[in-house]
């Protein structure tokens, strides 16, 4: 049976591994035609120096339904953007969903740090790589997804508009990344709600990316004994788990209910039903105000 998202083209902008890995296979899932770009391929790979590639992300995606096409692109780089989207166009002809996941600045913060004592020049590269990066690539990829009505677009931050407010996020540059993506769909939101698209900000919880698998010495077949040494991890989900926000809001005929705002994988699972891989449904930003940053011995009963 053909999947809800046949005859869909998404592009998925910085999906070499983690959220964006997973929001591309469940897209692919769905049924889409999903392009996945980042920097690290079979033949080259980022400063990160790490062995995921936009390749293996393709073919992810093509296992589990859709069709995965992968490209090469730093987002810095508005040519490199241009000529992507103008791929799509001519490949695809349209384009549905826009997924703006790029980030790659996991290596350029340090936590706690004040902005004097803090690298400022890995400080700014972190603004670029999280911010410039996505209004380059909207500015690039929104006039093709508004060739026709009901396109999504999706800017995947860290942290709720609601706890980011209130809460200092790691050092300035980290929280002012973080917000500013947040601003960019509410923004977003006004420019494209009246042109027949939805902008959204989503957030995952604390997720089981590679990396963070890799900083606990785990796999994800044996992820709870990291809980000996950070309980509160307890509470932690896929990266599928937002990819199956995504592809719920894809799917919602009613999605521009959601335009402009701050949504969690948490709190959509809430409303549409679905489950992280292991069919439970972690709501990692409730658990955080009410027992991670209460205090509380870490306790997941009832957070998942």
């Known amino acids: 049976m053909p999947g809800p998202l046949e005859g869909k083209v998404a592009l998925v902008a910085g ?4 959220a964006g890995r997973g929001i591309a296979v469940e897209l692919g899932a769905a049924g889409a035609t999903v392009y996945v770009t980042g920097r690290s391929t079979r033949a080259r790979r980022s400063e990160y120096d790490r062995p995921e590639t936009v390749e293996d992300t393709a073919d992810l995606v093509t296992e589990a339904g859709g069709r ?7 987002h810095l780089d508005p040519v490199q953007v241009r000529a992507l989207v103008d791929r799509i166009a001519r490949e695809s002809g349209r384009l549905d969903v826009l997924v703006n996941d790029i980030w790659g600045a996991e290596h350029l913060f340090a936590w706690d740090t004040p902005v004097w004592e803090h690298d ?3 400080g700014l590269r972190l603004l ?4 410039e990066t996505h209004a380059i690539t909207s ?6 997804l508004l060739r026709r009505p009901g396109g999504l677009v999706v800017e995947v931050t860290d942290g709720t508009a609601d706890y ?5 996020r790691v050092n300035l540059f980290y929280d002012l990344a973080k917000a500013s993506v947040l601003r960019m769909a509410f923004a977003l939101g006004h420019e494209l709600g009246p042109r027949g698209a939805t902008a959204v900000a989503l957030t995952p919880g604390w997720m089981r990316s590679e990396i963070m698998l890799d900083t606990f010495g785990v796999r994800e077949d044996n992820w709870r004994d990291a809980l000996a040494r950070e309980p509160h991890f307890a509470i932690s989900e896929t990266p599928r788990y937002i990819g199956r926000a995504v592809a719920a809001l894809a799917t919602d005929p009613d ?5 402009g705002t701050s949504l969690s994988s948490g709190g959509l699972a809430q409303q549409y039903g679905f489950t992280d891989l292991d069919g439970s449904r972690p709501d990692a930003w409730r658990y955080l105000v009410e027992i991670q940053d209460a205090g509380k011995p870490a306790d997941a009963a009832g957070y998942r």
């Open 15 to 18: 999906a070499t591994r983690g």
């Open 68 to 74: 995965g096409i992968p490209v090469a692109a730093d």
């Open 255 to 259: 999605v521009a209910r959601f335009n």
């Open 120 to 122: 400022l020049d890995k």
């Open 164 to 168: 980011n407010r209130d809460t200092y």
């Open 139 to 144: 500015h690039h990829a929104l006039p093709l």
């Open 128 to 131: 670029r790589l999280a911010v």
